[in-house]
């Protein structure tokens, strides 16, 4: 399908990075229509494929969101590329130091980025540290410093650029392109997008994400209220909780929370909630 020139396609990211939307296989439809080959019956209106499209996502039923396709072109620091090759299955090509020079450019950090490590999250930022422009500087010094040395090897002393590079730091910008059906996209987006993510790989998430959602927003909306923003509790914490409110509600009160049926909140999901208050012990069985 090609793009739509209508929408943003594009989203500067960092300093020097972007996410580039290069195609885009299938539309909103296809989720709900790659599903109804199961049963031979067409959807006969928009909300009919709301409904379906939520029911899928919200049972997990994923493979209807594997025939739509997005494909982007990111440049990124290495260290952002290296956290994004973790899942592995998204297709990647990426440029080659070996075959070219890579463009002289280096993620440096905004001084407000610069903190303390974080005292109860060991992979993770804390408060913000005093000296960060002095860090800056200093990062922006050794950047400059790598740079003349790496080209100095591959421009004056013809060494193979597969050796020059040997000292490249992570803050260097590489360029990939990254294939994926949503359902890859769903799974990348959801730990991505999470503020437990590192903020420089964040940042690449809600711009995907931001794209994304103009093809498909009857998907993405589904993945925002049924993935993202859903809450999981364990057996722990629900056995916390009904203790914390016993039985405190009855299916009057229930009754009355319920909104009307809708694509939004279906009849049958209505009846799932009945279940999980039910299994967390929240509600008085009368
Ligand atoms: C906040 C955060 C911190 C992290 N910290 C670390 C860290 O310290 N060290 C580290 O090494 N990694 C770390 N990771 C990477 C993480 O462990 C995963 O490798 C990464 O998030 C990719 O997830 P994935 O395997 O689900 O994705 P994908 O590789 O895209 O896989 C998608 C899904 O396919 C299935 N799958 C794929 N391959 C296999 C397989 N071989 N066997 C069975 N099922 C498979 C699984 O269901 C998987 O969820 C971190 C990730 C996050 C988000």
Not at 26 to 49: C, K, L, N, W, Y
Not at 125 to 141: D, L, N, T
Not at 154 to 180: C, D, K, W
Not at 212 to 217: E, L, N, V
Request: aromatic share 12%; charged share 25%; proline share 5%.
């Amino acid at each position: 399908m090609p793009l739509n020139p209508d929408f943003q396609n594009e989203k500067q990211v960092l300093d020097h990075g972007y996410v580039r939307l290069m195609g885009v296989m299938g539309d909103d439809s296809s989720p709900d229509s790659d599903a109804r080959i199961s049963t031979g019956v067409a959807a006969r209106s928009e909300a009919q494929q709301t409904t379906l499209v939520r029911f899928l996502l919200r049972h997990k039923h994923t493979t209807p969101f594997e025939g739509s396709v997005m494909k982007f072109e990111v440049r990124a620091p290495i260290m952002v590329i290296r956290e994004w090759f973790r899942h592995r299955t998204f297709s990647y090509n990426e440029e080659s130091g070996r075959y070219k020079q890579l463009d002289p450019l280096y993620y440096t950090p905004e001084e407000d980025r610069i903190s303390y490590q974080a005292k109860s999250n060991h992979q993770g930022s804390g408060e913000m540290h005093p000296e960060a422009a002095k860090f800056v500087q200093e990062w922006h010094e050794e950047q400059v410093a790598f740079e003349e040395g790496y080209n100095e090897l591959i421009q004056t002393h013809n060494v193979a650029r597969e050796l020059a590079r040997l000292n490249m730091p992570v803050s260097h910008y590489s360029t990939f392109v990254v294939t994926g059906n949503l359902l890859n996209w769903f799974r990348f987006l959801q730990l991505r997008m999470d503020e437990t993510a590192q903020y420089e790989i964040r940042v690449y998430a809600n711009a995907i994400f931001e794209i994304a959602k103009q093809y498909f927003p009857r998907s993405f909306e589904a993945f925002e209220d049924y993935w993202l923003e859903a809450v999981t509790l364990s057996r722990r914490e629900k056995e916390l909780l009904a203790k914390m409110l016993g039985q405190a509600i009855s299916e009057e009160c229930l009754g009355g929370a319920i909104p009307e049926p809708g694509p939004y909140f279906t009849k049958r999901e209505a009846g799932e909630f009945r279940q999980k208050l039910l299994r967390m012990g929240l509600l008085k069985n009368d």
